[in-house]
Each structure stands twice: as C-alpha cells, then as structure tokens.
C-alpha cells in the first residue's frame, strides 16, 4: 500500500520565522518526491522536487530527503502572509504498474500570521 | 498555450445526466493523469495516460467513469448516470514524459468543479 502521510495542521507561525512541514512516505522504492503549494480554491502548484538524499535549496525553500527514515521535509525561511496555503507531499515509486502515478499526502495547511 | 487547460471550468449538471470534462495538456507532454479532489480532502488519483495508452485504471472509482485520449493529446473525462458523490473539482495534469523520474513532476490544469445537484 502507497502511503504518504502529513500532518493535517492547521500550522500557524509568526511572519519571518522559519515553517517546517514534515512528510513521510511507506513504500522503500519511492525515487522521486515533491512539495506542491495550494492555495484556498486553486489548484496545486509544484515548488520543489527532491530526488536524491540530502537538502535541495531555492530562495526561501528547503526540501530535505532521507530515504532511510522514509521522510521528506519542507523548510520556508522568513515566511510570508503570502505563504499561507496548503502544502502537498507527493511521492513517485516509478516502477511497475504504478510507473506514472504520483502519491499525494492529504496535505498541512500553513497560516503565517503579521 | 503555456499551460494545462480545462474545461468547462465549471459544470452543474442534475443526477443522472451524463457529463464529459476537456483536459488539453501542456503542448510536448506525453503523460496526462486525472486526478479529483472533494472539499476540504486530498487529491485522489483516477488514472493516468502515457501517449493514447492508459496503463493503470485502478483509480477510476467506478464503471461509470471512463476516459480517452487520443493523438496523444486531449483527453476527455466521461462520468455516465452522475451521482451526488461525485461532485468534487476535477483536475489534469500533465508531464513531460515517463522516460525518466526527471520528467515525473506534475504540472496542473485550474480544474473542472462539477456540481450534481
């Protein structure tokens, strides 16, 4: 069974400070791993892929990939009223009859209050 | 255009009707995938398309639901007999292609929100 499992939150943090939004993942076969943003009545959009161990780093974003302990984390520095969504965790295990399908969590809604 | 479009953006249909949803993918992407998503819940996959060929159907939740590509490009989304439980914002997604976990991301189209009243 294809789990990703997140916290639901809500997760509230003060403007500037940093936002950590954790993600774990059941299947050991997974390859490639992604955070999509979602703001209230739009659709997902993609904002960091991660595919090896490690951090990957983009401006304010940080994903951090540890495939032993099964986990994928998104860290926003110096959050922003505007990074209030949802965020989505979506996993690929890329093989078999599950080549092209990609795994959501059920996502953790972020506030960054004033 | 730059990005996935769908269409209508918005459909109220009575129960029992028959509805059919446009998806038109990003121009060179090969994979598209269905994916619905009810208020306030997670995205759950339908199925996806590589090129006219749908390898994994398990998603679709019943015999009602059907979908179809062809050229390789638009596809469309048939729900027959619609129910008040499939009500939800329908949404596609395109990607670059299969070949690689490189090309895996997935980029979205602003959905279908489909209401049966």
Known sequence: ?114 | GAGVSQSPSNKVTEKGKDVELRCDPISGHTALYWYRQSLGQGLEFLIYFQGNSAPDKSGLPSDRFSAERTGGSVSTLTIQRTQQEDSAVYLCASSLALDSVYNSPLHFGNGTRLTVT
């Open chain 1, 1 to 114: 069974q294809k789990e990703v499992e997140q916290n639901s939150g809500p997760l509230s943090v003060p403007e500037g400070a940093i936002a950590s939004l954790n993600c774990t993942y059941s299947d050991r076969g997974s390859q490639s791993f992604f955070w999509y943003r979602q703001y209230s009545g739009k659709s997902p959009e993609l904002i960091m892929s991660i595919y090896s161990n490690g951090d990957k780093e983009d401006g304010r974003f940080t994903a951090q990939l540890n495939k032993a302990s099964q986990y994928v984390s998104l860290l926003i520095r110096d959050s922003q009223p505007s990074d209030s969504a949802t965020y989505l965790c979506a996993v690929n295990l890329y093989s078999g009859s599950t080549l092209g399908r990609l795994y959501f969590g059920r996502g953790t809604q972020l506030t960054v209050w004033p």
